[in-house]
């Protein structure tokens, strides 16, 4: 806003402030269309010295980048990013960097960002890290199901749990505890 928009700003602003100090029930419509027209007059000088568009978050970083709605700056990429080192917290030092040593499971570890399809993930503690166990269900039901079925078994692990994954992953529940189990030498068996 330049020193000419930021004088007829305020001038504009001030007329329309004298007309709400005057306002009384009893005012004439030819008053009220004045009003109008100084109202209408104040809004077209606002919009000429807004030059960027009004955020769309309350972040600094980030005002015009996409919103989540549940974040609390409503910044996704910030979110996003907060998330990610929730994440990390909950799954342990252990998650990252992944270990090099052959793992028991054939499903392997879960990759870092989900697929768009909502899924539920049954994962087991293997004394190192969280890894999935079988295959993601549709279906929670059917994945609390199979994981109840798992710790059943004659080979259960320590500890399972159920990892919902649509544009995050989030643990849905824990069962067991999970602890850090030192890998035994080879040869040692
Ligand atoms: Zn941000």
Redesign the pocket.
């Known amino acids: 806003m330049n020193h000419a928009q930021l004088t007829a700003l305020g001038r504009a602003l001030r007329v329309l402030g004298e007309h709400g100090d005057a306002l009384t029930a009893d005012a004439p419509d030819a008053k009220l269309h004045e009003v109008r027209t100084d109202l209408k007059r104040a809004l077209e000088l606002l919009e000429d010295s807004v030059t960027t568009a009004a955020p769309s978050?309350r972040?600094a970083?980030?005002p015009n980048?996409p919103v989540d709605e549940n974040a609390p700056?409503l910044?996704l990429?910030?979110e996003t990013r907060r998330r990610a080192a929730r994440r990390a917290e909950i799954n342990g030092p252990s998650a990252r960097p992944r270990s090099t040593e052959p793992t028991p499971s054939r499903y392997g570890v879960r990759e870092d960002r989900p697929q768009p399809q909502q899924r539920w993930l049954p994962e087991q503690w293997t004394g190192q890290e969280w890894q999935l166990c079988g295959t993601p269900r549709r279906d929670r039901h059917e994945a609390e199901l199979y994981i109840n079925a798992q710790r059943r078994g004659p080979r259960a692990a320590m500890a399972y749990r159920l990892v919902h994954e649509f544009t995050d992953y989030e643990v849905l529940r824990v069962w067991g505890t999970p602890v850090r189990v030192d890998i035994e030498p080879l040869g040692n068996l």
Do not use: I
């Open positions: 978050t972040c970083e980030h980048g700056d910044c990429l910030c």
